[in-house]
């Protein structure tokens, strides 16, 4: 009798797991360095959005939305690299940008509100997540005001998200695919840590203009479009202003990405296991 599948050899729930275990890792160990980032990018400067003290302020809402945001991440990307490559091959370029980009539209569901209440708490704007959250709610009475307030700086996230991943992950991919020809085997996950590190380098640092618009919006007192928001910084602050943070962004990513997709390869291998 052919023995059962374990619910751990379904690829479905191992990229569930395995992406859980991945954004908690990476969010917690490196939440500091996301904290003074949104302080340097945000309007008054660093100092006057806290500084260098409470650095793990806004880390609630981190612990709750961090799992399942990178569990739905992974989730759509293997699945959609799947759908599009069923042989089992390690599939095109192309493929690989298509299903990160929609594993980022698919985390932004829950990214999103997750970051709008964190960097509210990062900037000292309120004491805690939940005075965050808590004040969402009770200074939007309708539902569609709460809703549009949690998920505000959605377009511009996913502006910034799909580009960010477009570079990173089929760098990453390309990095994994050449050491594996290279050596004759499969790329383990510490190579993969390393290939993780330098791609979020490289997409980190492209991308820092369309994170410093995000965070702009997000910390607005009141909706503001992007254009105008973007129009304001250059026009007020100059060009250099849409670079601000790139430093902690860099650094953050950089290990953020050996982290996180080091310990995807390595749970993910992990699971396979049992």
Known sequence: ????????????????????????????????????????????????????????KGVGSVIAGSAPGAALFFVTYEGVKAHL????????????????????????????????VKQRTQASQFPSSWAALKHTFTANKSPVRIWAELY??????????????????????????????????????????????????????LTTPLDVLKTRLMLAKEKQSAVSTFKGIVREEGVSALFKGIGPRVLWISIGGAIFLGAFDSAKAALERF
Request: aromatic letters at 8%.
């Open 1 to 56: 009798m052919d023995s059962q599948p374990t619910p751990t050899t379904s690829p479905f729930v191992r990229s569930l797991l395995a992406g859980g275990l991945a954004g908690t890792a990476v969010d917690l160990s490196l939440f500091p360095l996301d904290t003074l980032k949104t302080r340097l990018q945000s309007a008054g400067g660093f100092f006057a959005n806290g500084g260098w003290h409470g650095v793990y």
């Open 85 to 116: 490559s069923p042989d089992g091959k390690p599939g095109t370029s192309t493929h690989h940008m298509i299903a990160a980009s929609l594993g980022e539209v698919a985390a932004c569901s829950v990214r999103v509100p997750t970051e709008v």
């Open 152 to 205: 505000r700086g959605w377009g511009v996230t996913v502006m910034r998200e799909i580009p960010f991943t477009v570079i990173q992950f089929p760098l990453w991919e390309a990095m994994k695919e050449w050491r594996g020809r290279q050596k004759g085997r499969r790329c383990n996950p510490g190579e993969s840590a390393v290939f993780g590190s330098a791609s979020g380098a490289v997409a980190a640092a």
